[in-house]
């Protein structure tokens, strides 16, 4: 039988694959085997993390809620063969206020970012999957904020919490046809600002670490790797999951 985790001749759409965990994805899928659409605003860094993978791909420079960006990722995934993946990993998480200061234009800018170009990446994807009849997957990045009540990120934890949602919604509407749809939710992750932070702020760094029960943070690979096992023939039976990345965070009281 042939590796259920290899994604040879399998092609994926990663949004917000120019750093972070996007790219990490977008690794993790071409060692997979797999072909995979780089999508992002930073032309520059796309351009370097296709040039690093060892297998084919293309990049699709945009703003992931711009009406006309998950076409181009679309078409761009036709290019390269059958679209079988989408992970919907772009988002944004500005630290605004408390809930009763946090304004109008803050929730749009979220919800546009966050969950719409979701939803949008999702209405382009799945029936070209759906069509090329060999089903497909979809992977949204939840968030430990889907669950707890991180302060002054109520717009950011109302995304999450909604992703989840539009993952349960979507694997129950598609699944006959094969499409399987699920979260991941990390708690946090090395990428390199939070690192950063990290470096520059150790009480932060404490707290990062403390509610943790395996006692440090996670890194990107730990959580691109987990992706692709969404991605794979391994996880066939499963859909409308949230599956938790957190190095016990939450398993805590
Ligand atoms: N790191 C963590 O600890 C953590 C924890 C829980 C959940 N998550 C979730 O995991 C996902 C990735 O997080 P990350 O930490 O890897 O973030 P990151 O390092 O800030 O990277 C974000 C990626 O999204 C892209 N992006 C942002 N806004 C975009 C837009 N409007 N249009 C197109 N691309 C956009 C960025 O590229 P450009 O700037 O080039 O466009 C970049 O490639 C997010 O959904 C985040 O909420 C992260």
């Given at each position: 039988m042939a590796n259920p985790f290899r994604l040879d001749g399998r092609v994926v759409i990663v949004t917000?694959?120019?750093?972070g965990i996007g790219k990490g994805t977008a690794i993790a899928v071409s060692e997979s085997g797999g072909s995979v659409v780089l999508v992002a605003r930073s032309a520059d860094d796309l351009a370097a993390v296709a040039a690093s993978l060892p297998g084919p791909s293309r990049v699709v420079v945009g703003a992931?809620?711009?009406?006309e960006v998950p076409a181009r990722a679309v078409a761009a995934a036709a290019e390269l063969g059958d679209i079988w993946g989408l992970v919907n990993n772009a988002g944004i998480s500005p630290a605004y206020s408390p809930t009763v200061d946090t304004t109008d234009e803050q929730w749009d800018e979220i919800l546009r970012v966050n969950l719409r170009a979701a939803a949008a990446f999702a209405r382009a994807a799945i029936p070209a999957m759906i069509a090329a009849g060999k089903g497909g997957r979809v992977v949204n990045l939840s968030s430990i904020a889907a669950f707890a009540g991180?302060?002054?990120?109520v717009a950011y934890n109302a995304t999450k919490a909604g992703l989840d949602a539009m993952t349960r919604t979507m694997a129950v509407e598609y699944g006959r046809q094969g499409v399987c749809v699920n979260s991941i939710a990390p708690g946090t992750i090395t990428t390199e600002m939070v690192q950063q932070l990290m470096d520059t702020n150790p009480v932060l760094a404490e707290k990062f670490v403390a509610k943790t029960a395996i006692g440090r943070v996670g890194t990107v690979d730990e959580t691109a790797w987990p992706i692709v096992f969404l991605l794979s023939?391994?996880?066939?039976?499963?859909?409308?999951q949230v599956m938790l990345i957190d190095g016990g965070r939450l398993a805590a009281a």
């Open positions: 917000g694959a120019s750093r992931v809620e711009d009406p991180l302060p002054n990120l023939d391994a996880a066939g039976f499963m859909t409308g």
